[in-house]
């Protein structure tokens, strides 16, 4: 694959975990110092969708959402907005166990034909960690302006690729909510 830009979702309201989510403090790192480990053995070219000031101690790029308070898809098309490449890597700011093996088989295993290519396992698919093509950009565009913003309505508008895992590959997949799961995960860890 050509050159891949990465782009971490910053935005959201964080309502039920009351914080800004990659911020929040895993084995002594915010969220998002996790998710940064993982992305730079495979590229530099970081940037992070979001408004907030807290995120200014890291060195990237971050770019405020074009359209205001569309969720996920907002963020995705603001980061497709943004790009110079073709493929990006988006990814939630929530998702601390993403481990550079994961992100090198995403990438490995995408093919050009596909406008999105996400991993899924029979109970779960993760849209928020994904390859997304920016020539979507239009149906992205389209599906704002009708306020149709679920990603799995995005997922059967487009071409799009599943990389199957198995159930138990699902945890360093999941995407952290609230303190509760918060709980749960260092119990799991421990």
Do not use: W
Request: aromatic fraction near 6%; charge should be negative.
């Amino acid at each position: 694959m050509e050159t891949l830009t990465v782009f971490i979702l910053c935005g959201g309201k964080s309502s039920r975990m009351q914080s800004e989510k990659g911020l929040v403090l895993f084995q002594d790192k915010p969220f998002i110092d996790h998710i940064i480990q993982a992305i730079l053995p495979v590229t530099d070219q970081i940037k992070l969708i979001t408004t907030s000031k807290e995120y200014d101690y890291l060195e990237y790029e971050k770019i405020p959402d074009l359209i205001l308070d569309k969720g996920p898809l907002g963020g995705i098309y603001t980061a497709l907005s943004h790009s110079e490449t073709e493929f990006n890597l988006i990814l939630s700011c929530d998702i601390p166990l993403i481990s550079n093996e994961l992100l090198q088989e995403l990438i490995s295993k995408h093919t050009e034909e596909a406008g999105i290519t996400v991993f899924a396992s029979e109970s779960r698919i993760h849209p928020l960690i994904g390859i997304y093509s920016k020539r979507i950009l239009p149906v992205i565009k389209s599906a704002i302006e009708a306020d149709e913003l679920k990603m799995m309505d995005l997922l059967a508008k487009i071409p799009h690729q599943i990389i199957n895992i198995e159930e138990s590959e699902n945890f360093p997949l999941t995407n952290i909510n609230s303190t509760d799961e918060l709980n749960d995960l260092n119990i799991n860890l421990s």
